[in-house]
């Protein structure tokens, strides 16, 4: 198959309706296109097709049992979708909606199972996006999108890192720009009270606490206390991100997420004994000649002694690294690294998230100095 690549200019949609309408009619007919979001890029299918949604696990390499998120407007109604909307949750709908927030609600019967793998659960987002708002209103469907990379690969920022890994695997490629987020959307399960965060993200912890008060967070990996990491010693490194053995809440929390070519290692504790730590491993790497680089941070990066130093973005400004770090990953895995020492940031607003994608990244690979 050929993967037809086109470019829609987010800042210009009124004038772009030829070619949303072309996407669109692909995504009609069964085809599957990405187009960017606010956070990441998605791979887009319609939902109520069975064999389509059947193809996004195909494309990706994804397991058939990690459910997918749909993408709605505000055009189109769940009502269909699901069971209800929880009264405390309609705040959530109407402070985050559209935004990088997905709502876990329990479905209908009508949601094919091929989209929730079996669960009675569904994942839906409404995203912050002209030309994902465009292309979903002009199918007039809900469109279930998964992140548009090859299954344990980091999520998609561009129209290029699409194409890296699914060329000859899809219909259509959008290319609208680079996206702002960077991270993927919050998981929050409405389905009980209070809430709980399945996986953090673009909405931070603190912004739901704001409107919900309680929120609870299902990864231990975060105890806000620092005292219970289920990266600890002696849990499953290589397919687990804490609550080993249980079944999962979220089944894409089992799963790694992204394996570098490289081994990252993070190093976590007060800035200057990090600075210090990193660059002792450089030498004792360089000694051993094993090609080792660093990701630092803006106001870090001419300290360390590594021929490689990527900086993921100011650490005054969180949301820059978290706009940077996917790509990061890609570069380090580009310039074919052994070892990568990895900074860490404050898990507070969307460090949190940023915190744990790099966690995953690294296979709980921790230094505490
Ligand atoms: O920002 C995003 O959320 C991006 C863009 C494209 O919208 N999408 C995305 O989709 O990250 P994906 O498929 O890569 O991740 C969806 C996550 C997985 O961890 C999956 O297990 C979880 O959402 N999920 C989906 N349905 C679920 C459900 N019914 N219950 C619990 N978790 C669910
Ligand atoms: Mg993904």
Known sequence: ???????????????????????????????????????????????????????????????????????????????????????????????????????????????????????????????????????????????????????????????AHVFEDLAGKIDLIIDGGPTRVGIESTVLDITSYPPVVLRPGGITLEQLRDVLGEVRQYIEDYAEDGKNPGYAKGKDKNNCAGNCGEIPRSPGLKYKHYSPAAKIITVEGELEKVINKINELVVRYEEKQVRVGVLATNQTKDLYKASTVISMGDRNHPDTIASNLFNCFREFDNFNMQVVLAESIDKTGIGLAVMNRLIKASGYNIIRV
């Open 1 to 159: 198959m050929k993967t037809e690549v086109i470019i829609i200019d987010p800042n210009n949609i009124e004038n772009e309706k030829d070619k949303l309408s072309y996407a669109a009619a692909i995504i009609k007919n069964g085809g599957l296109v990405a187009f960017p979001t606010e956070t990441v890029y998605g791979l887009g299918a319609n939902a109520m097709d069975r064999e389509a949604v059947k193809n996004i696990f195909k494309a990706k390499g994804r397991p058939s049992d990690n459910p997918l998120i749909v993408h709605i407007s505000s055009k189109y109604s769940i009502d269909n979708l699901v069971t209800g909307v929880p009264s405390w949750a309609q705040k959530l709908v109407d402070n985050f909606w559209p935004g990088p927030l997905t709502l876990i609600f329990k479905k209908t019967p009508s949601v094919p199972d091929e989209i929730t793998a079996g669960l009675e659960t569904l994942a839906i987002r409404m995203p912050a996006h002209p030309v994902a708002l465009s292309l979903i209103d002009e199918s007039g469907l809900p469109i279930v999108a998964p992140s548009a990379n090859k299954s344990g690969k980091p999520s998609p920022t561009t129209a």
